[in-house]
Nanobody, 119 residues
């Protein structure tokens, strides 16, 4: 089983920055599509950012130009640099790995890390 452990969450003021990190187990990390999701109470989970095995990235419209996803295949990590944070960015952020097996695709999730943007 792929294990994902997030870190870097916390309390930050509006306009501030945080860098989230996700450490992954697994022998084939470089082949995984890695994502960051977020969820707030009473709302559906939202895909925030994606980085593919080839290094291409995609972002939710709400975070474009503010967040940057990156991966370090040598360290089995993926990061989310979050700048110009807003109140509406407050959520639990989850690291996600999409793993392709011969039986199909499987999703793995971290436990989540709380990001709170407050003055």
């Amino acid at each position: 089983q792929v294990q994902l452990v997030e870190s870097g969450g916390g309390l930050v003021q509006p306009g501030g920055s945080l860098r989230l990190s996700c450490a992954a187990s697994g022998s084939f990390f470089r082949t995984y599509t890695m994502n960051w999701y977020r969820q707030v109470p009473g709302k559906q989970r939202e895909l925030v950012a994606t980085v593919t095995s080839g290094g291409s990235t995609n972002y939710a419209e709400s975070v474009k130009d503010r967040f940057t996803i990156s991966r370090d295949n040598a360290k089995n990590t993926v990061s989310l640099q979050m700048n110009s944070l807003k109140f509406e960015d407050t959520a639990v952020y989850y690291c996600n790995a999409k793993v392709s097996l011969f039986t199909g695709q499987r999703d793995y999730w971290g436990q989540g890390t709380q990001v709170t943007v407050s003055s």
